[in-house]
């Protein structure tokens, strides 16, 4: 690829009286071999920005001296070039990197007056984290208001007004609880009901649906026959009333008197 270079090339050095830098020794090289910077950025997988730095010697666009020398020569390498004379040179004359010095100048009068304020500042943050619990603790609950209250001794005004002199009792006894109807049914299964009046007349007769319920006062039933009675719970006065007495295959036959008392019927 570089058989063609002049031997100035190879051996470093610029042609005499050409005063050639490493940089444009590269780039020649590189021309002559017919490579361009992309061809050479894809065979050393170095940017294209890198060997363009490289070639026309901005150094300060590039990393450490250490590392400039290893990118030069991997580059030379790849073009066969010998650039070591260079390299010395390039090591006595290495890059400095830049300094950083600082051009604010702080009074010392102004250090001190930070330094005093940053100090007042946590010793008033200190004063208010433990004084404030402590005056919390400590404060009287004296201002909350009161709230409004009816005096006890007010005597409302008319005629049904209740002497102040008069005790006021309160009764503890239980309020009266309503009477359980005289005859209840509870269907927990379906069932066909006939259920006539103390006057003859029908007070409902069909199938009754499951989860129903239905109740009768004293004196409304004077008889009542109950199919599949066996999912079916008839309560009297609030008690479970056993239809076996009144039962034959599953239906149930009886007549309440005018007292709700229950009897059975013949067929």
Known sequence: MTADLPNEFRQGSAPEGAGLGVGALLREARERS?????????????QVRVLESLEHERWEQLSA???????????????KVDIEPFLQQFQAQAPRPAELVSHSHTPPYQRLLENVGRRSLYVVLTLCFFAIPVWLATRPHVESRPQATAPLDVVPAGPAAVAPSDPIAASLAPLPRPAAPALSLRFNGESWVQIVAADGSTIEQG???????????TGQVAR????????????????????TPYQRANVARFTVSSDGSLSPVAD
């Open 224 to 243: 009542m026959v109950i199919g599949n009675v066996t999912e079916v719970e008839v309560q009297q006065s609030g008690s479970t009333v056993d239809m």
């Open 34 to 46: 017919g490579l361009s910077l992309q061809e050479v950025s894809q065979s050393l997988k170095m």
């Open 65 to 79: 001296p250490v590392f400039i020398r290893g990118q030069l020569r991997s580059y030379a390498k790849l073009l």
């Open 207 to 217: 199938l009754v649906k499951a989860g129903e319920q239905r109740s009768f006062a």
